[in-house]
C-alpha cells in the first residue's frame, strides 16, 4: 500500500494544544465498523459501549520527564537530550544536534546533577549514553526534565500531570498513551460498577511516537522497539473474558500491540515481558481485541495504518473527514473514537 493513501488534510486549528480542564469532557466519535454508522457523542457516553463482563485494557505506564537540555563539557555547545529506552550499561536516546555528539562526548545538566557519556553512534540522531549522577534517575529527572510533548504542541503544559493518565504506574515513557488521559477516577468506578473488568498491561512508548513513516510502500517501514509487560492477573482475566464470549476493549494504539503481540507469538493471552516491534497495516488479522478506543492521528502515521486495519481504509478516511468537518480536537490533548461491532 502506499503511504499517500493515510494522508489527510487537517485544519492546523484543529491540533489541540492544552488538555481540557475536565479530562472526561472530550467529545467522542463513536464508529460501529459492521454498518459504518458514525453517532457523535461525549467520553462519559463510553459507558454505554461496555457490557458487564467486558475487559476493558489499560496501559499503565509512567511518562518520564525525559526531555533534557545540556552543554558539552568541552565546548559549552547547547545540546538537547529525549531519553529513550533503558539498555545494558546505559540509555538510548535522541539526540539534537546529533552531529555534534560522538563516542566520548560528554553532556552536562543542571551543573552537573547529571552527565551523559556517548558510548555509540546510530542513525537519525540516536545515541547510545552512560549515565552519571547520585541517587535515584526519576527524581533528577524530576528536577531537570521537562515532559516530552510531541512538537505539533506549541503551548507551555502548565501541570505535568495532564500528559499522565490517573492510572500510570510504571516508570519508562517518552511519551503519554493519550487515548487513557480521558480516564478519571470517577469514571472508572463507574465503570467497574457496571460489572467492567478493568486489566492493565506497560508499555513504554518509545521512538516509534516521535517518527514518522517515510517510505513510499509502506510494507517497508519498520517499527523501532518498546519494551512490554503483560503480569499473570491479566492474562487471567483475558482469557476468561474470552472463554465467557465477553468482548475486550482496548484502550490505545499500545495497549492494542501488547495485545496483538502476545497473541501473536504465544497463540494465547500470557505473562510475559520483551520488546515489540509489531508493525500493524491494512492486511493484519486482528486476533485479541474486539473493539478499541483511540485518539484521532497525524496523518500518514503508523496508528493511522493500526486503525485502519482494525476497521477498513475507506472508512476510516471518511470517518476522519466526518471528524474535521465536526470540528473534533485532534492529536494528544485532543478527542476520542471508539471503533466497535455490534449493537449496544
Do not use: W
Not at 529527572?141 to 512538537?151: A, H, Y
Not at 478519571?184 to 511516537?209: P, S, Y
Amino acid at each position: 500500500m502506499k503511504l499517500d493513501e493515510f494522508d489527510f488534510e487537517l485544519p492546523e486549528e484543529l491540533i489541540a494544544q492544552t488538555p481540557l480542564a475536565n479530562r472526561s469532557g472530550s467529545r467522542l466519535l463513536a464508529l460501529d465498523k459492521s454498518r459504518g454508522k458514525i453517532e457523535d457523542k461525549y467520553f462519559t457516553d463510553i459507558i454505554d459501549y461496555l457490557d458487564a463482563g467486558d475487559t476493558l485494557v489499560l496501559n499503565d505506564t509512567r511518562v518520564l520527564p525525559a526531555r533534557l537540555y545540556g552543554i558539552k563539557s568541552e565546548t559549552g555547545a547547547k545540546i538537547e537530550m529525549l531519553m529513550l529506552k533503558p539498555i545494558e550499561n546505559g540509555y538510548e536516546v535522541l539526540i539534537k544536534p546529533a552531529k555534534r555528539v560522538k563516542p566520548g562526548t560528554e553532556i552536562v545538566f543542571g551543573e552537573g546533577l547529571l552527565k551523559a557519556v556517548c558510548t555509540n553512534t546510530f542513525d537519525e540522531g540516536i545515541r547510545h549514553v552512560e549515565l552519571i549522577y547520585d541517587g535515584v534517575l526519576e527524581n533528577v529527572l524530576d528536577v531537570l526534565g521537562e515532559m516530552p510533548l510531541p512538537p505539533y504542541i506549541k503551548e507551555t503544559l502548565e501541570d505535568k500531570e495532564r500528559y499522565q493518565t490517573v492510572y500510570a504506574k510504571n516508570s519508562g515513557s517518552a511519551a503519554a498513551p493519550t487515548a487513557g488521559l480521558h480516564f478519571t477516577e470517577g469514571l472508572l468506578e463507574e465503570i467497574r460498577g457496571k460489572g467492567i473488568n478493568i486489566a492493565t498491561i506497560t508499555l513504554h512508548v518509545g521512538l516509534g511516537t516521535f517518527r514518522p513513516v517515510s517510505v513510499d510502500e509502506i510494507e517497508n517501514h519498520k517499527m523501532h522497539s518498546e519494551f512490554y509487560i503483560m503480569n499473570e492477573e491479566t492474562a487471567e482475566l483475558l482469557n476468561e473474558t474470552r472463554e465467557n464470549g465477553k468482548k475486550i476493549i482496548s484502550v490505545g494504539t499500545t495497549s492494542t500491540r501488547t495485545l496483538e503481540t502476545i497473541m501473536r507469538d504465544y497463540g494465547a493471552f500470557e505473562a510475559a515481558s520483551g520488546f515489540t516491534d509489531i508493525f500493524i497495516y491494512p492486511g493484519f488479522e486482528y486476533k485479541a481485541i474486539d473493539a478499541l478506543i483511540t485518539n484521532f492521528h497525524l496523518p500518514k502515521s503508523s496508528l493511522m495504518m493500526l486503525v485502519s486495519a482494525f476497521s477498513d481504509r475507506d472508512m476510516i478516511m471518511e470517518t476522519y473527514r466526518h471528524a474535521v468537518d465536526e470540528r473534533y480536537r485532534f492529536f494528544s490533548f485532543g478527542d476520542a473514537m471508539i471503533i466497535y461491532e455490534g449493537d449496544y
